[in-house]
């Protein structure tokens, strides 16, 4: 079934562990995205990738690293996690990225809570 | 700055029409997305307007003016499974999607 994936669903984490949230779609879609989700603010963008090998910052990036060494693959890192790291995060892919009719399709996100 | 501002939650009967507002400020515009999202899911596609006017699909609706940095989505014949965030998105110069904080609505029968 063609989608995008997420694992995990959800996790507990000590503050200043690592963590990497993994982000897999089956589309062939060039672009990939990672936002948070918090309670009264819309989506913000963490990172995101226009195609395989190009990685760029969107607008909450720090404390986050990404990577994309292929089509379909798309992990988010917290280096040391903190508390203020809490929060849903989601997934998402369109097929360009750079276009103004890409239509995003999201994961159904990883609920992460740091203590 | 960057700015969309949506209502934090509105109500509406079951059968009724109800019509979601989102304003919009930002840096270019390569049009306005809505999607909706149900409690603890992920956020589904809507609709896209990227010229002034309406768009329909179904029971759904959307305007947009871009004059007045202005849009709505128009849900008619209210289901109770309509009961959702709805989220409004403009993508901007850098075709980035910059969000609202999403409307909940609640419908009542």
């Known amino acids: 079934i063609a989608g995008i994936t997420q694992a995990p669903t959800s996790q507990i984490l000590a503050a200043g562990r690592r963590m990497t949230l993994r982000c897999t779609q089956d589309?062939?879609?060039?672009?990939m995205y990672w936002y948070r989700q918090d309670l009264g603010l819309g989506l913000r963008l963490i990172h995101y990738?226009?195609?395989?090998?190009?990685?760029g910052k969107g607008e909450v990036p720090d404390g986050y690293s990404v990577s994309r060494a292929n089509t379909d693959d798309f992990p988010l890192t917290l280096a040391s996690a903190v508390p203020s790291q809490t929060s849903v995060y989601f997934c998402?892919?369109?097929?360009?990225?750079?276009?103004?009719?890409?239509?995003?399709?999201f994961g159904p996100g990883t609920r992460l809570t740091v203590l | 700055g960057q700015n969309i501002d949506q209502p934090t939650e509105m109500t509406a009967t079951e059968g009724a029409i109800v019509q979601i507002n989102c304003t919009y400020q930002?840096?270019?515009?390569?049009?306005l997305f809505w999607y909706q999202q149900h409690a603890g899911e992920a956020p589904t596609f809507l609709s896209y307007?990227?010229l002034d006017g309406l768009e329909e699909k179904g029971r759904f609706s959307s305007f947009l003016s871009r004059s007045k940095g202005y849009s709505y989505l128009l849900l008619k014949e209210l289901q109770m499974k309509d009961s959702a965030s709805y989220l409004c998105?403009?993508?901007?110069?850098?075709?980035?999607?910059?969000w609202g904080a999403g409307t909940k609505l609640i419908i009542k029968p």
């Open positions: 998105a403009v993508m901007n110069s850098n075709y980035q999607l910059i």
């Open positions: 990738s226009n195609t395989a090998g190009t990685t």
């Open positions: 998402a892919s369109s097929l360009y990225g750079t276009s103004g009719t890409d239509t995003q399709y």
């Open positions: 589309m062939r879609h060039n672009a």
């Open positions: 930002t840096s270019g515009f390569n049009g």
């Open positions: 307007n990227v």
